[in-house]
């Protein structure tokens, strides 16, 4: 899986464990849309990927939605403190990382949640991508922008060497396909005295034991890799497959 690929799996989990994790502490059913980004006051987090992983991911949380979520969670109508909003940011975050940790696409990587700074109309740079959470009784949706780029280095490594290797084998194959071997087609054998075969001249009739009807081995490497019926092809003597051997013992005739 490319850093790209990669990337966008962690930032799709990730926004879909915030919901999760939103919707619990509000006790609402909480989902992902499609949201224009938010500027003005903004609260700014990285949550960075260690060990199995290397890289971070940036998201932006505008702060009106948080500002509703803790007055969900609370109930409080006035002035929330900002101590107060930064604690229900970054159990929020915990949670939704922790959870995502646990999740195959984070390959066993390690993550954590870094300082929450507040920020103000900030706009990322490069690719990057606006959602928002919303719920029933969320009167403003969270509006969360998201970016970053997230890496597997043992994949990567691990893809690559065995890319290598089969590119290896690949050539390594074509050239034995390209191997001209004799192939035999033997109609029938028997065994003579060597009396008999000091006898042999223009005329004699050797008898091999087999009816014209019973099917030719083909051999290659004295090894018969199939049997087949005798045809005429252009005025020439011709063979039908009728049946192979396997895939294993026709390899063994060409190491043969």
């Known amino acids: 899986m490319t850093a790209v690929s990669l990337t966008r799996e962690l930032l799709n989990g990730l926004l879909e464990e915030l919901a999760m994790v939103i919707g619990a502490m509000i006790d609402a059913n909480a989902s992902v849309v499609t949201s224009a980004p938010a500027m003005g006051r ?7 990927a260690d060990g199995a992983l290397e890289g971070a991911l940036t998201l932006v949380l505008d702060y009106d939605g948080v500002v509703a979520i803790t007055r969900q969670m609370t109930g409080i109508d006035g002035e929330i403190p900002t101590e107060s909003l930064l604690d229900t940011l970054r159990e929020v975050l915990a949670q939704a990382v922790g959870a995502l940790a646990l999740k195959p696409v984070a390959r066993g990587g390690k993550l954590t949640v870094g300082d929450v700074v507040e920020k103000e109309n900030l706009v990322p740079e490069g690719e990057w991508s606006a959602h928002a959470i919303a719920a029933d009784n969320l009167p403003t949706p969270l509006s969360v922008m998201v970016w970053g780029s ?3 280095p043992q994949s990567d490594a691990a893809a690559s060497a065995s890319a290598g290797v089969g590119s290896h084998v690949d050539s390594r194959i074509d050239v034995l396909l390209d191997i001209d071997l004799p192939l035999v087609v033997r109609f029938g054998q028997t065994e ?5 075969l000091t006898r042999l001249g223009p005329g004699s009739v050797i008898d091999l034991g087999r009816s014209p009807d019973d099917p030719v081995d083909v051999l290659v490497s004295n090894r018969v890799v199939a049997r087949g019926e005798v045809v005429v092809v252009a005025g020439s003597y011709g063979i039908r497959i009728l049946d192979v051997v396997s895939q294993r013992e026709r390899v063994r005739s060409m190491e043969g």
Not at 42 to 48: K, Y
Not at 192 to 196: A, D
């Open 42 to 48: 903004q609260w700014v987090a990285e949550v960075r």
């Open 192 to 196: 003579l005295p060597l009396r008999q």
């Open 150 to 152: 997230v890496s597997s």
